[in-house]
């Protein structure tokens, strides 16, 4: 399977610029960016494209180091949590670390084939354990990693290595934990709004890998919390998107349609 690119933001792009400009200074032409023509700058693109896909293919081993780089941040988070447990100064530099290390994970949405390794080396297990984390930018972080692992569009390119990753997080008991993360985020905040869409958005993603994953939304609390955020006078997106995954949910799954019922959904 090729490497995918994943799609560059506001703030990716400000890096790509630098990172043009930098290349551009270091070419033979000893020309600026600013001074050269648009065929040197669109050379020069490609060129910086070749750089970063080649350094973006991964393999085996590169993931189990990934896992195991993950997991140590993780613990040595933990251990200065529990031993300076009133001292937040004291762990917060291992937390910026672990959120780093989070973020690095990324690269794995555009290796889909090597999910079953990152399922192998316990990765999966790891980054849902992290949801559960006290530090929000944490669990957003991990939302944000779990929404790009479950696109669509990579569960559909790869399907037998995304039903691995479907499986595992299903052994993971995900959709009680993403029920969890959806009671502790507070709508007010933008950042963790976003992330809560991004948390309906994974159960979307699962529901669409696997139809029959759709009866999981009652069983652990998912079809309650969605009912109950409908209930809420003021529209925004959000709740629109509570309303389109409530329909996708019953149209998945027959108990669940007769289950609305018992519970006084309809």
């Given at each position: 399977?090729?490497?995918?690119?994943?799609?560059?933001?506001?703030?990716?792009?400000?890096?790509?610029?630098?990172?043009?400009?930098?290349?551009?200074?270091?070419?033979?032409?000893?020309?600026?960016?600013?001074?050269?023509?648009?065929?040197?700058?669109?050379?020069?693109?490609?060129e910086l494209d070749e750089d970063k896909e080649g350094g973006e293919?991964?393999?085996?081993?590169?993931?189990?180091?990934?896992?195991?780089?993950?997991?140590?941040?993780?613990?040595?988070?933990?251990?200065?949590?529990?031993?300076?447990?009133?001292?937040?100064?004291?762990?917060?530099?291992?937390?910026?670390?672990?959120?780093?290390?989070?973020?690095?994970?990324?690269?794995?949405?555009?290796?889909?084939?090597?999910?079953?390794?990152?399922?192998?080396?316990?990765?999966?297990?790891?980054?849902?354990?992290?949801?559960?984390?006290?530090?929000?930018?944490?669990?957003?972080?991990?939302?944000?990693?779990?929404?790009?692992?479950?696109?669509?569009?990579?569960?559909?390119?790869?399907?037998?290595?995304?039903?691995?990753?479907v499986q595992a997080l299903v052994k993971c008991q995900i959709m009680?934990?993403?029920?969890?993360?959806?009671?502790?985020?507070?709508?007010?905040?933008?950042?963790?709004?976003?992330?809560?869409?991004?948390?309906?958005?994974?159960?979307?993603?699962?529901?669409?890998?696997?139809?029959?994953?759709?009866?999981?939304?009652?069983?652990?609390?998912?079809?309650?919390?969605?009912?109950?955020?409908?209930?809420?006078?003021?529209?925004?997106?959000?709740?629109?998107?509570?309303?389109?995954?409530?329909?996708?949910?019953?149209?998945?799954?027959?108990?669940?349609?007769?289950?609305?019922?018992?519970?006084?959904?309809?």
């Open positions: 399977q090729p490497a995918r690119t994943l799609k560059r933001g506001v703030d990716a792009d400000d890096d790509y610029e630098h990172m043009l400009k930098r290349k551009a200074v270091e070419a033979p032409v000893r020309k600026t960016y600013e001074e050269m023509t648009d065929e040197e700058r669109l050379a020069l693109v490609m293919e991964m393999d085996e081993s590169a993931v189990k180091k990934m896992v195991g780089n993950l997991e140590r941040k993780h613990g040595k988070n933990q251990e200065l949590r529990i031993k300076h447990s009133d001292q937040p100064e004291r762990f917060m530099e291992s937390e910026i670390e672990l959120h780093v290390e989070i973020g690095n994970c990324m690269v794995l949405a555009t290796q889909p084939h090597l999910y079953p390794t990152l399922v192998q080396a316990g990765g999966i297990k790891l980054i849902v354990s992290m949801l559960t984390h006290t530090n929000s930018d944490i669990v957003l972080g991990v939302v944000d990693l779990l929404h790009e692992l479950t696109d669509p569009d990579i569960l559909n390119e790869a399907l037998d290595e995304g039903v691995i990753l009680s934990v993403l029920v969890q993360v959806l009671e502790t985020l507070d709508e007010k905040n933008e950042d963790e709004s976003k992330g809560l869409h991004n948390v309906l958005g994974i159960a979307e993603n699962l529901v669409e890998a696997d139809p029959e994953l759709a009866h999981l939304a009652f069983k652990h609390g998912l079809l309650v919390w969605i009912l109950t955020r409908l209930k809420v006078r003021s529209f925004d997106p959000n709740k629109l998107y509570c309303s389109e995954l409530l329909a996708v949910l019953l149209q998945s799954s027959t108990s669940n349609r007769a289950e609305l019922g018992l519970i006084e959904g309809i």
